[in-house]
């Protein structure tokens, strides 16, 4: 894990840190006007990284990183959604230019949650085909304004995450069986409008590798029983393989377009899909990972209907795995060798190389004599890294490894009181302060770390 041939990076996306609501010219995005309930922070300010940006980025230098991974906000470089935005477009290009002038490769998500509103209030967003054309133009739009510096590209961030949470996709269906056809037609539309990204990608970054970043799901059965088998087997069809196998062979594995059509779920398709499918291969695919999943088969009769949607189904349901420790934030229980063994299981299926995106332990962080002793972090993330090593030294083509996150960010869903940072954002859920930065135990660790690898 040398220097020359590695990414050590660290990660951040846009609505989770920048803030600059409203500003240079930034739309409404969808994770702008979402409910957020009392006493959580929303992603108006976040961590205000709009206007700190020069100053994070002399602290990514500060760190020893060569790879940023970030993502363009959507309303940000297209405004309202049809026109892009010079000013957002100017904001991203400092920074893109920034880093390079720092020896940080920048590695942007194309789409990390966030969405033009209009595209929803218009349209529907994803449940309409109109959204392909409408991402396709936005991903156009960036390649050709950094793609002659930019040469690292994710497409979707965690596509099972996105198709299913309302407050990100805008899809507020309240008919049950409805809501869950929605969800997989929006799924299939981001499958079309990645390959057809990719397709313009081809041909406007010549030199250029683009992919997926999945949220790898590990999964293991509960316990022996060939029930609990086939469940976590039709778990890794719905939870990773549907998104992986479309964007690699432009195909769904065959249990879950059966159980679809079952349902009368399966999305409505064109004849002339199929081959926009099935060619414009990812070269990388981006892992993010915090922990493994458990699974079993559904007892009759049980109600899955409080589950996250794509757990709502007669095919699995979430396990419990006791040899696991758990911690309040990470209830599924910490698993660094299962990074290696999700990792191993995508080579095997795909033989693409990949670049760990997101790994990470949540807490609530303390200030402490003017610090964050997070020496629960350090730990955690040395023990995933080994599992890089490990992965590596058997001869995986693994690129690089950007943990979750920089710096503290907005949660997906619970603000600042869990956090992700290698650097505290002095700001609370209610009390924004000055977003002053300042680098946690865990940051000096993996600056000792880069240093030592290089
Ligand atoms: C991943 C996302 O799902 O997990 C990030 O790509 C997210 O955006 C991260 O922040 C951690 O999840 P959460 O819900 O704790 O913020």
């Known amino acids: 894990m040398g220097k020359k041939d590695f990414y050590w990076g660290a990660s951040t996306s846009a609505f989770q840190v ?10 409404v995005a969808t994770t ?21 940006m020069l100053e994070d980025i002399a602290l990514m230098e500060e760190l020893g990183i060569n790879l940023y991974r970030f993502s363009f906000n959507w309303t940000r470089v297209m405004g309202e959604g049809m026109e892009p935005n010079q000013e957002g477009i100017q904001f991203y290009n400092q920074l893109i ?34 959204c392909v054309d ?33 407050d990100l996709n805008g899809n507020h269906e309240t008919d049950v069986d409805e ?63 549907c998104f992986l196998d479309m964007s690699m062979n432009g195909e769904y594995p065959k249990s879950y377009s059966n159980y679809l059509h079952t349902k009368g779920w399966f999305p409505k398709t064109k004849p002339e899909d199929r081959l926009i499918l099935k060619s414009n291969k990812p070269d990388i695919i981006g892992i993010n990972y915090y922990c493994s999943t458990c699974i079993r088969a559904v007892e009759k009769g049980e109600d899955t209907s409080k589950l996250p949607p794509f757990y709502r189904n007669e095919l699995f349901t979430l396990g419990n795995n006791p040899h696991l420790v758990k911690t309040k934030w990470m209830e599924f229980g910490i698993d660094p060798e299962g990074l290696y063994i999700g990792m191993r299981a995508i080579y095997e299926k795909y033989k693409l190389p990949m670049i760990v995106t997101e790994n990470g ?19 955690y993330l040395n023990q995933h890294i080994k599992q890089c090593e490990r992965f590596i030294e058997e001869g995986y083509p693994l690129l690089g490894y950007s943990p979750w996150s920089l710096l503290d960010l907005v ?21 924004v302060k000055e977003c002053r930065r300042i680098p946690k135990d865990s940051y000096y660790w993996y600056q000792k770390k880069i240093k030592e690898n290089y």
């Open 361 to 379: 332990l949540a807490f609530s962080d303390v200030l402490e004599d003017g610090t964050v002793h997070d020496d629960y972090r350090i730990d």
């Open 179 to 241: 809501k869950m056809k929605q969800m997989y037609q929006m799924s299939y539309h981001m499958s079309l409008a990645e390959k057809k990204a990719i397709q313009r990608f081809r041909e406007i970054v010549k030199d250029g590798k683009i992919g997926p970043v999945c949220s790898m799901q590990v999964v293991y059965p509960e316990s022996p029983s060939p029930e609990n088998i086939l469940a976590s087997k039709n778990a890794e069809d719905f939870l990773q393989n």
């Open 32 to 52: 702008d006007v979402r409910n957020v309930p009392d006493g959580i922070a929303d992603s108006k300010i976040a961590s205000d990284h709009y206007y700190h």
């Open 411 to 431: 949660s997906s869903h619970q603000g600042f009181k869990k956090r992700y940072g290698l650097i505290y954002v002095d700001r609370t859920d209610t009390d």
């Open 97 to 130: 230019d920034a880093c390079i002038g720092k020896g940080i490769t920048p590695f942007p998500t194309l789409y990390h949650f966030e969405m033009p509103q209009a595209f929803v209030t218009a349209f529907g967003g994803w449940k309409s085909r109109e």
């Open 134 to 166: 409408r991402f396709v133009d936005y991903a156009e739009v960036c390649f050709q304004n950094f793609g002659d510096r930019v040469k690292l590209w994710g497409t979707i961030n965690e596509q099972l995450i996105v198709s299913a949470a309302s």
């Open 18 to 27: 920048e803030g600059g609501f409203g500003e240079g010219g930034k739309g």
